[in-house]
Every structure is written in structure tokens, then in C-alpha cells.
């Protein structure tokens, strides 16, 4: 099942699908969860009907420069479904109400089709790249490193004997607006932009699947955050966002991994932009999510600590590599 043209055009936008903005100042107007139940049994589709290894004439073809890229996009991708198909479960067994907990039952299996796609794609059409660039190359996620540990704990947490109601909301932070709502948003938005600049056709179609999908999870835990507000969590729900900054800024900087740039200027002076542009994406989108969910008075706050988390992950890299980050290099 293909997307709509509707949704193709607002995911190339970043906007989640059905989610209507409010006046400034005031929460958004959002899609409950048997909407998005019900949304989810219209928007079916098969890894086996996008064929990943159709795009094999076309990645054989490719520079190893844009091979490293996708691979190392890819991997993070991969390894960020992996992560969240392993820790929904607590989410979905100690939800605030019966269709919380229906709706996500449909994400859990939403999350390991994206396994599949990622992994099939990965072993299909980039093949022994791919390998190679994870063993010689040290593409290790930095997502796997900095963030799923954090995030494995915050939901382990929900399981434990004597939790409660503003630990799942923790959880849910980090899982659907932090994880899903910043990273993959942006992640997925910059790697679906290359695989249509480099007419990747099968991997543009799994891709805007994907995002598709993730539009329902975003939406669903932004509703579920604004019901916290309203509940008189939201102060749990304004930490849990701050404490998970520096963690997502790292991510998107990759200190762990060296990275350098085309030789030819602009080239490199486009890669910096779209590195720059990716952090800027991720910091809309927090601001964006703290209005929808009423708590736009926390923007300031927020917006001060994501540049500072960001800042502090480029002193990592420097640190690590002993010169500049890419971004810090044009200045």
C-alpha cells in the first residue's frame, strides 16, 4: 500500500499528518487513539511489496563518499528500531487507558516491520558495503551507545514494582517525542532527502513509508503528553525533555565518529548546511511539540538547553579528534 499524496507532501514537510496546529500559546488539537487505531488499519503496507533490491543497480553505482553516508544513516536507523521494538513493550502493558493500550499494540508491530525494511535493504542492496563499513570503517551508532541505554532504563523502569503513573510519562517522553519525534523525524527526513537526490527509488518508498508510520507514533505521544499536562504532570513531562537533550544532541553530532568533508568546497559547504540544518530541525521540532502538548511556556528553557547540549557534543568531538567538528571548521 502506497502513501497518499496528501501525506507524501506533508512528511516531505516534516508536519505529522492530521495533527492541527492551535492559536500561539495554546495546545494543539490532537488525534485521539482510537483515531490513530483506525488510521493505522488503512495504512498497511508490505517490505516485500517495496523490493529493496531493485536500487541495487543504482548503489553499485554510487561514489564511496555517498555510500559512507547512507550507511552510516541507515545504521543509526536500524539500530534506533531495533531499540524501540525491544523496549515498547513496558509502554503498552501499563498504559493510561484501554485504547492507549490497543493503539499501541498496532506500534509494536509497526516497529518490527521497520527492522525488516532497514535490515532486508541493508542485507539486499548495500551487502557486503555495509559489512564492510561496520567492521574496518567503525560506523557504531551513536544512537546505540549514548541514547538506547538511557532509554532501555527509562522504560525498564515503568515494569518496576513500585512505579507509577509519571514514570510511564518519563518513558513516554523519551520514547515517542524524543526518540521518534526529534531523531527519527530528522534522521528520516535527511536520508529520504538523499535517496531521492540519488534516485534510490526503493529505499524513497520504504522511507516515506516508514515516516508514515512514525507520524502515528508522534502523534500518539504527543495526545498522551498533552493528557499528562492536563493531569498535572507536567513538570514530569518538561524534565523528562530536558534530561534527554544532551543524549540527542550527541546523536546528531556524532562525536564517536570522525567525519570529514567532500574536497571540493561546495560540496562540503552543502554538507555543512545540511548537518546544520538537521540540528535545526531537531530544535523545531522540540519547540514545536512543548506548544502542541501546553506547555509552551517551557520553549525558553528548552531552546537554551538543546543549543548547550549541542555545543557540549561538539566540545566531544574536538576533544576526541583533536580539531574541529565539520560545523565549527567553516568559522
Known amino acids: 500500500m502506497t502513501t497518499d499524496t496528501t501525506d507524501v507532501a506533508r512528511i516531505a514537510l516534516g508536519f505529522v499528518p492530521d495533527i492541527t496546529d492551535a492559536e500561539p500559546g495554546r495546545p494543539a488539537t490532537l488525534a ?18 517495496v523490493r529493496p533490491a531493485r536500487d541495487l543497480p543504482v548503489w553499485s553505482a554510487l561514489r564511496p563518499f555517498f555510500k559512507a553516508e547512507l550507511l552510516a544513516a541507515l545504521a543509526e536507523l536500524e539500530v534506533g528500531e531495533v531499540t524501540v521494538t525491544h523496549t515498547l513493550g513496558s509502554l503498552v502493558e501499563r498504559p493510561p487507558t484501554d485504547d492507549d493500550q490497543i493503539y499501541l499494540c498496532t506500534q509494536l508491530a509497526d516497529e518490527a516491520r521497520h527492522v525488516r525494511f532497514f535490515q532486508t535493504y541493508l542485507d539486499d542492496v548495500c551487502g557486503a558495503d555495509a559489512g564492510r563499513s561496520r567492521v574496518e570503517l567503525d560506523v557504531a551508532p551513536d544512537y546505540e551507545k549514548v541514547f538506547a541505554p538511557m532509554l532501555t532504563a527509562a522504560t ?37 532527502y538523499l535517496a531521492r537526490r540519488l534516485q534510490l527509488t526503493a529505499l524513497d518508498e520504504g522511507l516515506t513509508n516508514v515516516t508514515r508510520d512514525e507520524s502515528r507514533h508522534v502523534a500518539f ?5 498533552q ?4 493531569a498535572g504532570y507536567g513538570e514530569v513531562i518538561r524534565d523528562a525533555h ?20 567532500p574536497r571540493i ?30 506547555l509552551a511556556d517551557a520553549r525558553p528553557a528548552a531552546q537554551a538547553a538543546w543549543r548547550a547540549a549541542v555545543d557540549s557534543a561538539l566540545d566531544l568531538y574536538e576533544q576526541r579528534w583533536g580539531g574541529p567538528h565539520p560545523l565549527r571548521h567553516a568559522s
Open 32 to 49: 485521539t487513539s482510537a483515531d490513530l487505531y483506525l488510521r493505522w488499519e488503512r495504512q498497511q503496507w508490505q517490505v516485500g511489496q
Open 156 to 192: 525498564g523502569r515503568v515494569r518496576e514494582a513500585d512505579s507509577d503513573v509519571a514514570d510511564w510519562y518519563r518513558a513516554l517522553v523519551q520514547y515517542h517525542l524524543v526518540t521518534e519525534g526529534m531523531l527519527a523525524a530528522t534522521a528520516l527526513r535527511t536520508t529520504r
Open 221 to 225: 505521544g504527543l495526545r498522551a503528553a
Open 227 to 230: 493528557d499528562g499536562v492536563a
Open 242 to 261: 530536558l534530561h534527554a537533550l544532551d543524549a540527542a544532541a550527541q546523536v546528531l553530532v556524532r562525536p564517536s565518529r570522525r567525519s570529514t568533508l
Open 265 to 294: 568546497r561546495m560540496a562540503a559547504q552543502s554538507r555543512r548546511r545540511q548537518w546544520q540544518e538537521q540540528l535545526d530541525i531537531a530544535e523545531d521540532r522540540l519547540l514545536k511539540q512543548l506548544r502542541m502538548i501546553g
